[in-house]
C-alpha cells in the first residue's frame, strides 16, 4: 500500500500542474480559430501576405496538437487517480473494520455486560465476513494495478535479419508477413515505424506498432530468435541453407508512464536511404534521435513527412526507454532477470521452421506443429494458446 500511497501523491502533484489543466479546458473549445484563419488565407491574395497567414495557420494546427495531446495526459492521469482512490478507501475501510473487531474482542475480555458480551459476539462475526469480503476487493484491484500486461493495448514490434545473408532478410520480411496477417486476424491495427529494404526485397531491419487489442499478452511470446532451415530463392543448387532472423517485441507505454524532456534529446535530420521511387535521397525527410541519458539511438525514414518519422522514431524511443525501465526494476525485485516463457532473451533461440520437413518446432515448449505455410499465412494462434498453458 506504501507503493499506491507513494504515487497517489505524485499524481496529485502532476495533475495539479497549471499548465496541464489549461491544455485540458482548451481541448474541449472549438477549434473555429483555425477554421477562420484558413478562410483569411483563401480570401487573401497570392502575395507575401498569404504566406504570413498560411504560417499562422501552421502555428495554430501545432499549437492546437499540443493542447489536445495535454489534454490526453491529464484524461490519463485523472482515470489513474480515480483507480488508486478505489484502492485507497478500500484500504481505509478495511482498516475500520479491523479496529471495530479489536473493540469488540475487547468487550469480549471484559465481560462485565453480558447483554453487550452477545451483541459483541454477533457484530464480530458479520465484522469478520466483511473483512474477509474486502480483502479479496482489494487482493482484486491491487492485481488490477500492477498487472500491467494485460493492460496494454499496443506493442512495437522488431524484426532483424541475423546469420544467413540475403537469405535472413528475405526471412525478416516473411516473419513481417506472417504477423500482419496474424494482426489482421485479430482486427488489430498495425502501422509500419522504421525499415530497411534489400534490394531483393528482404528486411535488414522492420519495426512496426500493433495496437487496438490484447497485443502484448499474444505477441509477448515472439520475443527471441526464430531459426528457418530451407532452400532459399537464391540458391541454385537445391542446398538447404539455414539462417536466423531476431524478434523484440516491446510494450508501448502510455503518455503518463513515459516522460521525455526534448533537453535530453539530440535530433539529426538527413536523407532517406535505400530502394525505393523518386523520395528516396531527394529529401531532408529520415530522423535520428539520441537519447543522451542512456544512449539509446532511433531512427525512422518511412514516411515521406518529416514531422511523421519524428512522431514514429519518438514511438520507438518511448518503447525502447519503458522496457530499459521495466528491466531495471524487475532485476531490482528479483536479483536477476527472471527466464521464463512470454520474457525470452533476445538471443535465446525460441523457435525453427523447417520447411523441407514442413515442421515448427517451439524450443521452449518442447512441440511441433505441422503445415508451416499456413502458420507463415497468420496462423499462430495455436503456437500463442501452447505458449499460453505451459507459461
Given at each position: 500500500m506504501g507503493e499506491v500511497k507513494k504515487e497517489y501523491?505524485?499524481?496529485?502533484?502532476?495533475?495539479?500542474?497549471?499548465?496541464?489543466?489549461?491544455?485540458?479546458?482548451?481541448?474541449?473549445?472549438?477549434?473555429?480559430?483555425?477554421?477562420?484563419?484558413?478562410?483569411?488565407?483563401?480570401?487573401?491574395?497570392?502575395?507575401?501576405?498569404?504566406?504570413f497567414a498560411g504560417a499562422r495557420v501552421g502555428n495554430e494546427s501545432k499549437d492546437s496538437s499540443s493542447r489536445f495531446a495535454g489534454a490526453r495526459v491529464f484524461e490519463e492521469l485523472i482515470k489513474r487517480k480515480n483507480f488508486l482512490e478505489k484502492i485507497i478507501e478500500k484500504?481505509?475501510?478495511?482498516?475500520?473494520?479491523?479496529?471495530?473487531?479489536?473493540?469488540?474482542?475487547?468487550?469480549?475480555?471484559?465481560?462485565?455486560?453480558?447483554?453487550?458480551?452477545?451483541?459483541?459476539?454477533?457484530?464480530?462475526?458479520?465484522?469478520?465476513?466483511?473483512?474477509?469480503?474486502?480483502?479479496?476487493?482489494?487482493?482484486?484491484?491491487?492485481?488490477?494495478?500492477?498487472?500491467?500486461?494485460?493492460?496494454?493495448?499496443?506493442?512495437?514490434?522488431?524484426?532483424?535479419?541475423?546469420?544467413?545473408?540475403?537469405?535472413?532478410?528475405?526471412?525478416?520480411?516473411?516473419?513481417?508477413?506472417m504477423y500482419s496477417k496474424y494482426a489482421v486476424l485479430q482486427g488489430w491495427q498495425q502501422k509500419v515505424l522504421d525499415s530497411h529494404l534489400t534490394e531483393i526485397g528482404g528486411y535488414r531491419e522492420i519495426v512496426f506498432e500493433l495496437k487496438n487489442g490484447d497485443v502484448f499478452s499474444k505477441m509477448k511470446y515472439e520475443a527471441g530468435i526464430h531459426r528457418v532451415q530451407r532452400i532459399p530463392t537464391t540458391e541454385k543448387s537445391g542446398r538447404i541453407h539455414t539462417s536466423t532472423a531476431s524478434v523484440a517485441v516491446l510494450p508501448k507505454p502510455k503518455a503518463t508512464?513515459?516522460?521525455?524532456?526534448?533537453?535530453?534529446?539530440?535530433?539529426?535530420?538527413?536523407?532517406?536511404?535505400?530502394?525505393?521511387?523518386?523520395?528516396?535521397?531527394?529529401?531532408?525527410?529520415?530522423?535520428?534521435?539520441?537519447?543522451?541519458p542512456s544512449g539509446l539511438v532511433v531512427a525512422s525514414q518511412t514516411e515521406r513527412n518529416l514531422l511523421q518519422n519524428k512522431e514514429n522514431a519518438m514511438s520507438i524511443l518511448s518503447a525502447r526507454l519503458f522496457e530499459k525501465?521495466?528491466?531495471?526494476?524487475?532485476?531490482?525485485?528479483?536479483?536477476?532477470?527472471?527466464?521464463?516463457?512470454?520474457?525470452?532473451?533476445r538471443a535465446e533461440k525460441i523457435r525453427t521452421y523447417n520447411f523441407p520437413q514442413d515442421r515448427l518446432t517451439d524450443h521452449r515448449i518442447k512441440k511441433s506443429f505441422h503445415n508451416v505455410k499456413s502458420i507463415m499465412s497468420g496462423k499462430l494462434e495455436p503456437?500463442?494458446?501452447?505458449?499460453?498453458k505451459k507459461a
Open positions: 501523491q505524485t499524481l496529485l502533484e502532476e495533475i495539479s500542474n497549471p499548465d496541464l489543466i489549461s491544455d485540458w479546458e482548451k481541448g474541449d473549445e472549438p477549434r473555429s480559430s483555425s477554421r477562420f484563419a484558413g478562410a483569411r488565407v483563401g480570401n487573401e491574395s497570392k502575395d507575401s501576405s498569404s504566406r484500504e481505509k475501510e478495511l482498516k475500520e473494520i479491523s479496529d471495530n473487531i479489536e473493540e469488540n474482542k475487547a468487550i469480549l475480555r471484559a465481560g462485565e455486560d453480558p447483554e453487550l458480551v452477545s451483541l459483541a459476539e454477533g457484530e464480530i462475526s458479520q465484522l469478520q465476513e466483511k473483512r474477509k469480503s474486502l480483502k479479496k476487493e482489494l487482493e482484486k484491484l491491487l492485481k488490477e494495478g500492477t498487472n500491467k500486461n494485460q493492460s496494454i493495448e499496443s506493442a512495437i514490434v522488431e524484426i532483424r535479419a541475423g546469420a544467413g545473408g540475403e537469405e535472413a532478410a528475405l526471412f525478416a520480411a516473411d516473419l513481417f508477413k508512464e513515459i516522460k521525455i524532456s526534448p533537453s535530453d534529446l539530440k535530433v539529426d535530420v538527413y536523407k532517406s536511404s535505400g530502394p525505393g521511387g523518386q523520395y528516396v535521397n531527394k529529401r531532408m525527410t529520415a530522423v535520428r534521435i539520441t537519447h543522451l525501465k521495466e528491466t531495471e526494476e524487475e532485476a531490482k525485485i528479483a536479483g536477476k532477470r527472471r527466464s521464463q516463457i512470454g520474457k525470452a532473451e503456437i500463442i494458446e501452447a505458449l499460453k
